[in-house]
Structures are given as structure tokens and as C-alpha cells.
Nanobody
């Protein structure tokens, strides 16, 4: 049973920081590509960042230099450190686990991030 449990969402002022966590179970975590996606009201879901087993990272242009994705293969947890937050970062953020050979994907429940003064 694949399970992705997210935490760390909330309300933050523009320019502030927030760290999201996603604890994974039911998978061989170390070989999975992990990622964070987000969906704002009226918008399509978009990729924020991914990290492979390598670990190689990939970021959306809109968050480069501000967000950092990382993983801890001992704790089976992926993180998203978000700095210099902007109102346009407001969205529901979803954790994703992807098996690299079949591209099978699993999703977390989503956590709300609101950037507002």
C-alpha cells in the first residue's frame, strides 16, 4: 500500500519561507523519483520540482533560485524548502512518487500553501 503523508503547509506572508515534508511508505523509496506539484484555483496542475534517485533535481522556471527539493532516503522523506514566497505561489501542493521504469505514479492528499499579507 503506497502512502504519501504531507505536512508543513499553511499561511505565510510574502517574502517568507515554508518547508513542506512528504513521508513515503509502501515503496522502495530510494529508487523512486519524487516530486512536488501544485495547483492553484482555476489553473492546471504544474510541476514544481523533482528529484531522482541520483539525486538529480529539476525545477520549474518560476521557482528556480527560491525553492529547493531534497530527499532523505533513511527517513523516506522528500522536502520542499520554499523561500522568498510570492502570492502567485499560493496553491495546493501535492507530493508525487514515480516508479522510473513504468512511470506509475502515486499522489499525496495535498496541502494548502497560502501566501498573503
Amino acid at each position: 500500500q503506497v502512502q504519501l503523508v504531507e505536512s508543513g503547509g499553511g499561511l505565510v506572508e510574502p517574502g517568507g519561507s515554508l518547508r513542506l515534508s512528504c513521508a513515503a511508505s509502501g515503496i522502495r523509496f530510494s529508487i523512486y523519483t519524487m516530486g512536488w506539484y501544485r495547483q492553484a484555483p482555476g489553473k492546471q496542475r504544474e510541476l514544481v520540482a523533482t528529484i531522482t534517485s541520483g539525486p538529480r533535481t529539476n525545477y520549474a522556471d518560476s521557482v528556480k533560485g527560491r525553492f529547493t527539493i531534497s530527499r532523505d532516503n533513511v527517513k523516506n522523506t522528500v522536502y520542499l524548502q520554499m523561500n522568498s514566497l510570492k502570492p502567485e505561489d499560493t496553491a495546493v501542493y501535492y507530493c508525487n512518487a514515480e516508479y522510473p521504469f513504468t512511470r506509475t505514479r502515486s499522489w499525496g492528499q495535498g496541502t494548502q500553501v497560502t501566501v498573503s499579507s
